[in-house]
């Protein structure tokens, strides 16, 4: 079901969850969007390569000036996101977009705001690392400094890999993104309140959320405007605002410096006629509890806020998509609404098995005899 | 060194009658042709100034400002200043330059005093002007780490940059390729050309005391620095391998070793010289031929005894450490004995000189050095924000 799909109704969208599979439905949905609702099932993944992304994840020498590493955005005491309305950035810029969860971020199709990657993790570990308002990391730098670390050494031989390179660096930290799955949510377990209950049903009802919020991550991996208003924090902040300018500048958006909003997907599509302009990927709605504030620029703080600004119709935009109406929703139905989005918030990753134990060096031991041993 | 240019060439000819055609004329870099002039000592002209970017005081002032401003960097905290601060004869006073935060570099920093005046710049010559040579260290990995979008769109955002970039250039907006313009500018007048040498080059026949033109003596003499260090530049502008020592930093220094393995990664090494390779080649980076292992530009000798350490990987600290390495005949590495090249020059030979005559070198290099060129950092204009545009 596509929410382009000016035909859908709420019945057809109550059939898709139960007619998952069926050959009448397969031409007009995708596997993803026909698919149930979850649980989300974990992803195979080599441990100890794992490992190493893990190690990888929490190591600021992945960033040009070694000041931040991938948890500095995102926190795994945050659900891999981070409680800032805009994202931190590296030093010298500071973010314009919310920072997305990574936590079933190994089940999109598309990645970031925008969906500007629609490859694979490998690509988006990329773009993190070497974007220069993100990590800014030249990858030659970053491949010997993690050949001068005696441990990742070590732990690239015992994976089967050989000596760390900037390829597998790329590969391990996918590895470690594969293990950043949601588990025991009351929506998997069954252990959902009575509120919460009818809160899926109006969810998949009334109020219409999953012709978008589809399949186990609650998201079909596609754009979609629904007026958002903008965060004004960008455009009065030069240190955000000119991060935006070196972004749109690099993705070929034109008139950047004229422009004062997020042009979100535009940048995969690029219609001449800017109808793209203002979307942006429909978010997982797993883990939300410990991801707020909301949206791509984090403008909306609470999910009572959320459902009441779907409720209202979505936001104002000359793009919205025309299926936002009014909802009619009372507090009730909001509120069980809410309580239904809880139910999809899951066990925290926060123990070992997802957060690097100890501290990490940033400091570098000589290679010894190095006049000897080959580089 | 060779010289194409028919006037030098003529010019050189007239001059020295004691110089000789000697071995180095089939020998030197390798591609030179034709007889072996060296270009008489000279004072110091004006530097060139490139056609397609004339200078102007605006221009310069707008490229003072820039040449301290940290926001042209990777994270807003290293300017060119940083590697080239004016406290340290506009260079860096370590063997190694500091390098970008988390790295450091492989190199001596330069001094930026007379790089107006040389064809090629860097240790061997891999920018072809001061704009190229602005740019190249603003990006690079382990000096500024910038990124051309990000460095231009923090110039749209400081009002009084916008305002002089307008003056200057004639652009709605700050362009980066005008950043390294204005740099270069500014740059062409950080010039050094009133030494006591310059002046008695000049004519001013007691700018010079009695040892230091008993230096002087021995520079084209004995001690045959004229070789390579001739002309009104000191420098033929060419490559050399000298034997100059492995730093021993390489041995000690994990970031030292990251960024020495980072370079052969990066400049296109074949994977054996990767492995293998324990010192910088220098040359052979850029024209990938084996005899160029290990050679870098001669240096040129004004504003020195502002620069130390010295040579292209400071292992020198000071000029009586320099003078003596060259009466010893040069020194070994691993592009002289045979480990992986043997291009040393053989120009190169023990040269017999006594203390005192190295007293009297060093005193003549000196000489080369006027007043210290100080500079306080300009206050840097502050960011804004832009006005709210509707589309």
Same mark, same amino acid.
């Given at each position: 079901m596509r929410?382009?799909?000016? =035909?859908? =109704?709420?019945?057809?969208?109550?059939?898709?969850?139960?007619? =998952?599979?069926?050959?009448?439905?397969?031409?007009?949905? =995708?596997?993803?969007?026909?698919?149930?609702?979850?649980p989300v099932q974990p992803e195979k993944f080599d441990v100890k390569k794992a490992d190493i992304g893990k190690r990888l994840f929490y190591d600021r020498r992945l960033s040009g000036d070694a000041a931040i590493s991938c948890a500095s955005c995102h926190d795994p005491e945050k659900g891999f996101a981070n409680d800032l309305p805009l994202s931190k950035a590296y030093p010298g810029s500071d973010g314009f977009r919310n920072t997305p969860t990574l936590i079933n971020t190994v089940k999109r199709d598309a990645w970031f705001h925008d969906g500007r990657i629609g490859t694979n993790l490998n690509d988006v570990t990329r773009e993190s690392i070497t974007e220069d308002w993100m990590m800014n990391m030249d990858m030659r730098i970053m491949q010997e400094r993690v050949k001068q670390d005696p441990i990742y050494v070590n732990m690239f031989k015992e994976a089967g890999w050989g000596e760390p390179s900037n390829g597998k660096i790329r590969n391990a930290i996918p590895e470690f993104l594969k293990t950043l799955t949601s588990r025991g949510a009351p929506f998997d377990t069954g252990k959902m309140s009575a509120s919460a209950k009818k809160g899926f049903e109006l969810f998949k009802g009334k109020a219409g959320c999953a012709s978008c919020h589809s399949g186990p991550i609650f998201s079909d991996s596609q754009p979609h405007n629904t007026g958002v208003p903008e965060n004004p924090d960008i455009w009065s902040d030069p240190m955000r605002h000119h991060t935006f300018v070196a972004y749109a500048m690099f993705m070929g958006v034109e008139n950047y410096m004229n422009i004062r909003r997020d042009v979100g997907a535009h940048v995969r599509t690029h219609k001449a006629d800017g109808s793209d302009i203002g979307k942006f990927m429909t978010p997982s709605l797993r883990e939300l509890k410990y991801t707020a504030p909301y949206m791509h620029n984090g403008t909306v703080k609470t999910l009572a806020d959320v459902v009441a600004f779907y409720n209202n119709g979505g936001g104002m935009d000359p793009n919205k998509d025309k299926s936002l109406k009014k909802l009619g929703l009372s507090k009730t139905e909001q509120a069980n609404l809410v309580a239904f989005l809880e139910a999809l918030t899951g066990d925290p990753l926060t123990g070992p098995a997802h957060v690097w134990a100890g501290t990490i060096s940033t400091n570098y031991e000589p290679i010894a005899n190095w006049r000897n041993v080959p580089n | 060194m060779k010289n194409a240019k028919t006037f030098n060439v003529i010019a050189a000819a007239a001059f020295m009658s004691t110089v000789s055609f000697a071995p180095? @004329?089939?020998?030197?870099?390798?591609? @030179?042709?034709?007889?072996?002039?060296?270009? /008489?000592?000279? !004072?110091?002209?004006?530097? /060139?100034?490139?056609?397609?970017? *004339?200078?102007? *005081? @605006?221009?310069?002032?707008?490229?003072?400002m820039l040449f301290f401003d940290p926001?042209?960097?990777?994270? @807003?905290?290293?300017?060119?200043s940083t590697c080239h601060e004016p406290k340290q004869g506009w260079a860096f006073a370590d063997g190694f330059s500091r390098g970008y935060p988390g790295t450091v570099h492989w190199r001596n920093s330069q001094t930026i005093v007379n790089a107006a005046y040389y064809g090629k710049l860097f240790w061997v010559g891999s920018a072809s002007s001061l704009e190229k040579q602005a740019k190249s260290a603003a990006k690079g990995g382990v000096a500024g780490n910038g990124e051309d979008d990000i460095m231009e769109a923090r110039m749209a955002f400081i009002p009084e940059y916008r305002k002089r970039f307008k003056a200057v250039f004639g652009t709605e907006w700050p362009l980066i390729k005008d950043v390294w313009r204005a740099i270069a500018s500014f740059e062409q007048t950080l010039i050094q050309k009133d030494s006591p040498a310059d002046k008695y080059l000049a004519g001013d026949k007691k700018a010079l005391n009695e040892q230091q033109l008993r230096g002087m003596k021995l520079f084209q003499g004995k001690g045959n620095c004229i070789e390579c260090h001739n002309g009104a530049l000191t420098t033929d502008e060419k490559y050399y391998n000298l034997g100059v020592p492995a730093p021993e930093r390489w041995d000690e220094d994990g970031l030292a070793q990251i960024t020495f393995r980072f370079e052969q990664? !990066?400049?296109?090494?074949?994977?054996?010289?990767?492995?293998?390779?324990?010192?910088?080649g220098g040359l052979y980076y850029r024209t990938k031929e084996k005899s160029d292992l290990g050679k870098f530009r001669t240096a040129p000798l004004r504003y020195l005894k502002y620069t130390a350490p010295y040579m292209h990987n400071g292992v020198f600290w000071d000029l009586r450490e320099v003078v003596e390495f060259y009466n010893a005949g040069g020194g070994t590495n691993i592009f002289t004995d045979g480990s992986m090249a043997k291009s040393k020059t053989p120009l190169l030979k023990p040269l017999g000189l006594t203390d005192a005559e190295i007293d009297d070198l060093v005193s003549f290099l000196e000489a080369y050095s006027g007043p210290e060129i100080e500079m306080s950092p300009p206050k840097l204009p502050p960011y804004a924000p832009l006005p709210m545009v509707s589309k």
């Open positions: 929410f382009q799909n000016p =035909t859908r =109704t709420a019945s057809s969208i109550a059939m898709m969850a139960v007619l =998952t599979g069926s050959v009448f439905l397969a031409a007009s949905v =995708t596997p993803t969007q026909a698919a149930d609702f979850g | 180095s @004329a089939v020998l030197a870099d390798g591609h @030179a042709m034709g007889p072996d002039i060296n270009l /008489p000592l000279a !004072a110091l002209g004006n530097p /060139p100034i490139a056609a397609d970017n *004339p200078t102007s *005081p @605006a221009k310069v002032e707008l490229g003072k926001r042209v960097g990777g994270d @807003a905290s290293t300017a060119c990664y !990066a400049k296109g090494n074949t994977q054996e010289q990767y492995r293998k390779i324990k010192d910088d």
